[in-house]
């Protein structure tokens, strides 16, 4: 049976219209008009326990709301959707000691105590018992390396310090489910990976499922299996990230080394030259209309090879072109 299934769910606001001036606010005052904007069009798929998905799509695709109606925070205006086996926004109470949440730029921790304290109060939200509270925050201050944080006021942690408390604070009563929105936003390199490396430790330890939307590739990449994308309301894929990167990869980039220095320069028909010098070269080519093994049969016999990789464009530039793509069209 699957953890979170949606069926057809939809949301619509309605937004009143304020014409510019000032007879346009009058106007508006007594004859108001509303715009109807349709930020989720019925999207349907499930998710089984333990999985780790991600939710793709670019801003204003329908990502954040669907998670809000997810975990009850906002009521869909069509569908269905059942968390746990609970509607969201019918049983917000119940689902919320089973879920956890994390939205990049809306904090949770109080902003002037320090973290000890916030997690404090969660545990007699959440009604845990001192003996398990303890052995749960042992793991979390270890995992999350926040024991010098824990007793300072949240204002002066760092962005990457306060999103790992942020995170912890959503783990504290171990969730079956944990909706991630956007939980690197701003961070830097050496932040993003401690927080992901966090994430799949705790997917390891307890199975938990893992909702994860972000727009950072690394997240996608380092986190989950499986991507749905939504644009303009709409699911255009749902698969495997694997199978995302082979629908784009038309494109390899090789880097070669040379046993020895090459006199007369570089040249490869099919291929073009996108750095060079005495002892290696790095090229990039067309798969449609030269496989990989050709290329690479030629390399090998016309040059002094002693290395060679070949790379995948990187996850950004796929993600950019599906978003540059007909809000219509479903990716096979």
């Known amino acids: 049976m699957p953890i979170i299934e949606l069926n057809n769910l939809q949301k619509t606001f309605r937004t009143k219209l304020k014409p510019p001036g000032l007879s346009g606010s009058i106007k508006a005052l007594f004859k108001p008009e509303f715009q109807t904007i349709e930020a989720v069009k019925g999207i349907s798929f499930s998710l089984e326990a333990g999985e780790l998905l991600a939710l793709i799509g670019p801003n204003g695709a329908g990502k954040s709301t669907t998670i809000k ?10 569908g269905t959707a059942a968390v746990l086996g609970l509607t969201p926004w019918k049983d917000r109470r119940a689902l919320a000691y089973r879920i956890g949440s994390v939205f990049g730029q809306k904090p949770q921790l109080w902003y002037h105590l320090p973290p000890a304290d916030t997690f404090q109060l969660f545990a007699r939200i959440y ?3 001192e003996r ?5 925050m042992a793991f979390l201050v270890e995992a999350f390396d926040i024991a010098d944080l824990l007793h300072t006021p949240v204002r002066k942690l760092s962005l990457g310090q306060r999103m790992k408390c942020e995170i912890a604070a959503s783990l504290l009563h171990e969730p079956q489910v944990i909706f991630l929105d956007e939980p690197t936003i701003g961070l830097d390199v050496v932040a993003k990976q401690q927080i992901r490396d966090t994430i799949k430790l705790m997917h390891e330890r307890n199975k938990t499922t893992i909702f994860l939307t ?4 690394g997240d996608i990449e380092s986190l989950c299996k499986r991507a749905i994308i939504i644009n303009h309301g709409q699911v255009i894929f749902d698969n495997r990230v694997s199978a995302l990167k082979r629908r784009y990869l038309t ?6 080394r040379f046993a020895e220095r090459l006199e007369s320069g570089f040249s490869l028909d099919g291929t073009d030259v ?3 010098s005495e002892y290696g070269v790095k090229l990039e080519f067309d798969t449609t209309r030269f ?4 290329v690479l049969q030629r390399l090998m016999t016309s040059y002094p090879v002693v290395d060679i990789t070949v790379n995948d464009p ?4 796929i993600i950019a072109h599906i978003y540059a793509a007909p809000p219509d069209e479903v990716i096979q």
């Open 127 to 129: 009604e845990l018992h």
């Open 214 to 217: 972000s727009h950072d590739a």
């Open 314 to 317: 990187p996850m950004e530039e």
């Open 274 to 276: 996108l750095k060079s």
């Open 69 to 78: 109606m997810l975990t009850g925070i906002l009521h869909p205006t069509g």
């Open 251 to 256: 494109r390899k980039v090789v880097n070669v």
């Open 132 to 136: 398990e509270y303890r052995k749960t």
């Open 291 to 294: 496989p990989v093994e050709s």
